[in-house]
């Protein structure tokens, strides 16, 4: 691993001990920064440490004593850090510091948009253009909303603590979707799966600190079965293999098995949420033994079942379209083209498929050729720039 990637796994767990530690949370960024500036000195000299998320916490947390020193804090506090001892009263057990302070970010006091934005940040280390592409808005909308945040925070003195049990609930859609939204950039951009599997870890935690609550399994079982297909979303060149071109059978089938029996049981309450309902979308897939076999008819569905986004609107027209047929599909496509998805790729990919599908070449090769200027990955750009070429050859 590149320092900066030992760097971004280990961030999130420097910052949320300091803010456990210290409850200053710009302190604990950046004395978070001033560790990792120390690392790029001192490791290429003396080599990166054995335990190099120890390090960086244990020089973060000296920063901060320092710090306290120089603003004379009072010597009780100062103890406290220099013995990393921190226990707030009348909190649940949350087992994990990253986790604990993802409930004390979602405060119900912040905007659902800024809790999630906001724990990214903090916790996940993604900067402010990776949480605005995540949110479909641009890098200074973002910016100035996270800026708001963290002033609202101050100026309302919004506790860094974990919630009594009973108030654990009302945090609990926010935590989800910082889980779900950390998953999703590691598996989008491969050079940062770590973050896709410390959002299962963490999943997984949440399931044990709520067994009672069924969209916690329910996002777990959806990570699970998209992770199942990791091995298989890239090329050996790094090109994105589409779910028809996969490799079926190098699927990790007990991830499979393990997220349909989760599925089953939390289906079994009968209190569908979004997440149950998207990985049932995902199971749907993960049954096909062939992309022939996919139930895209029960898929649409069960996208009529969502909250109808921008984004859902548009899965549920691409899958409307495998079911119904390429016209169908590129006719519900395209009266979405004046919302808000401008500027998103997959609504010119989208279009650009269907186009391709009905043989409509010309209109189909300026379609890819608007989706891979939007395209944000790589992976994504190469694939997009390799269907532009097949359609181009075939004109």
Known sequence: MTYAEVFRAEWGQVVATLIRMTGDWELAEECAQEACAAALERWPRDGVPDKPGAWLTTTARNRAIDWLRREAVGATKLQEVAAMTYEPSETYDVPDDRLRLMFTCCHPALAMEARVALTLRTLA???????????????????????????KIQHAGIPYRVPPAHLLPERTPAVLAVLYLLFNE???????????????????????????EPEAAGLLALMLFHDSRRQTRLSPDGVLVTLDEQDRTRWDGELITEAEELLDLTLQRRTPGPYQVQAAIAACHAIARTAADTDWPQIAGLYGQLPQTPVVALNRAVAIGMADGPAVGLALVEQLAAGSLVGYHLLPAARADFLRRLDRRTEAVAAYKEAVELAATNADREYLQKRLAEVSVRR
């Open 125 to 151: 280390g993604l900067s402010t253009a990776e949480i605005a592409r995540a949110f479909l808005v641009g890098e200074t909308t973002m910016s100035k909303r996270l800026t708001r945040a963290k002033q």
């Open 186 to 212: 590691g598996y989008s951009d491969v050079a940062r799966s770590t973050l896709s599997q410390e959002g299962i870890r963490l999943a997984r935690l949440l399931v044990q600190l709520m067994p009672e």
